[in-house]
Nanobody, 121 residues
Framework: HVQYVESGGGLVQPGGSLRLSCAAS????????MNWYRRSPGKERELVAG????????NYADSVKGRFTISRDNTKSTVYLQMTNLKPEDTAVYYCNAGIWGTGIRPFPSWGQGTQVTVVS
């Protein structure tokens, strides 16, 4: 069955950096586009960044453009999110998932447990 295991979150000061990882299993990772999402308290889950199956095309929400970088290693079935210049509004639980950017289409219904990112002075 499909599983996602996110890691790398933590507590960081504004302006700091974190690198999130998401190890996926249960499907042929290299065939699927992958996205990072986040959910802040009281808000809907938000699409943050996405990459195509080969990693040649990436997309970002305007709120993170220029600060976050998505990448993937198909040999490890892992997708990464490098986050720099973090802001308090980036505080959220971060999730990865297979899917096509901007369409809401996700081939598998599973979600991982997410990883908490907290940005505070």
């Amino acid at each position: 069955h499909v599983q996602y295991v996110e890691s790398g979150g933590g507590l960081v000061q504004p302006g700091g950096s974190l690198r999130l990882s998401c190890a996926a299993s249960g499907f042929t990772f290299s065939r699927y586009s992958m996205n990072w999402y986040r959910r802040s308290p009281g808000k809907e889950r938000e699409l943050v960044a996405g990459t195509t199956s080969t990693g040649d095309i990436t997309n970002y929400a305007d709120s993170v453009k220029g600060r976050f970088t998505i990448s993937r290693d198909n040999t490890k079935s892992t997708v990464y999110l490098q986050m720099t210049n973090l802001k308090p509004e980036d505080t959220a639980v971060y999730y990865c998932n297979a899917g096509i950017w901007g369409t809401g289409i996700r081939p598998f219904p599973s979600w991982g447990q997410g990883t908490q990112v907290t940005v505070v002075s």
